[in-house]
């Protein structure tokens, strides 16, 4: 395989990288608020909501490998001819703070979330706990899709 075929293969794995956590990122954000609409009617049908959907961030995080696997690849087949350009610096700045973001923001959320539906499906009322928490994880979701949005844009218009 010579270097042009491996830069499209490594340019298709971005893609798909790509892709999963776009979409791993949306179909949470979509199904947070099914959870939300069946807790309130039915608590035990937004726990079973909330515990199938309990892998989309192991999705998400292989998408972020495949990402920085196959940006790496390119920058070497590239000899990093990209990682002077402005539109780049600032996507792997972006692709840091939806990394941190998740890391800390995300996953600090979503335990919070599951300890107070614990406290809640145990008799104890968190109505006030669980709607500030129910607003966190709307901001944590709008961000990343903003950030990933921002992503798509820089790689696509390549600003200077």
Do not use: C
Not at 100 to 112: E, Q, Y
Request: charged residues 15%.
């Amino acid at each position: 395989m010579n270097a042009g075929q491996l830069l499209h293969l490594s340019l298709v794995i971005h893609i798909i990288g790509l892709a999963t956590v776009g979409g791993s990122n949306l179909v949470a954000f979509v199904m947070q608020g099914q959870f939300w609409k069946q807790y309130a009617l039915d608590k035990g049908k937004g726990v079973a909501i909330m515990s199938a959907t309990s892998r989309i961030p192991m999705i998400t995080m292989m998408g972020v490998l495949l990402l920085i696997l196959s940006g790496v690849s390119m920058m070497a087949i590239t000899h990093g001819v990209f990682g002077e350009q402005f539109w780049f610096r600032v996507k792997i700045a972006v692709l840091v703070v939806i990394i941190i973001n998740g890391i800390t923001f995300g996953r600090r959320s979503n335990a919070t979330l599951k300890k107070l539906i614990i406290e809640d499906t145990n008799g104890n009322d968190m109505t006030s706990e669980l709607e500030s928490s129910r607003k966190q994880i709307r901001i944590f979701y709008f961000i990343q899709l903003s950030l990933l949005i921002t992503i798509f844009v820089l790689s696509i218009f390549k600003f200077n």
